[in-house]
């Protein structure tokens, strides 16, 4: 027998969450667009700047691994 689970509900529309998964949206579009879907496959597209901390496609966005995009938490990659 399946465990029931309640379904997931997305941020209500204007909110901070929203938006900033609206922001993420878009840069997978734009870049998508430049350099075509297969090009983003299995990885995922990191900010520059966190979209948390105030940051926006403007400042810039990069393919990056997944594992490595997510593992970052926030720190700035070391040079």
């Known amino acids: ?15 901070e969450t929203f938006e900033r998964r609206m922001e993420r949206q878009r840069a997978r579009r734009a ?3 430049k350099n075509g879907k ?6 995922d597209i990191s900010h520059n700047k966190m979209l948390k901390n105030g940051g926006s496609n403007k400042d810039g966005y990069k393919l990056e691994s997944p ?5 970052r938490n926030g720190h700035k990659p070391k040079k």
């Open 38 to 43: 297969a090009a983003r496959k299995g990885k």
């Open 1 to 15: 027998m399946r465990k029931k689970r309640k379904k997931q509900v997305n941020a209500p529309v204007g909110s």
């Open 67 to 71: 594992s490595k995009n997510r593992s």
């Open 31 to 33: 870049f998508d667009k």
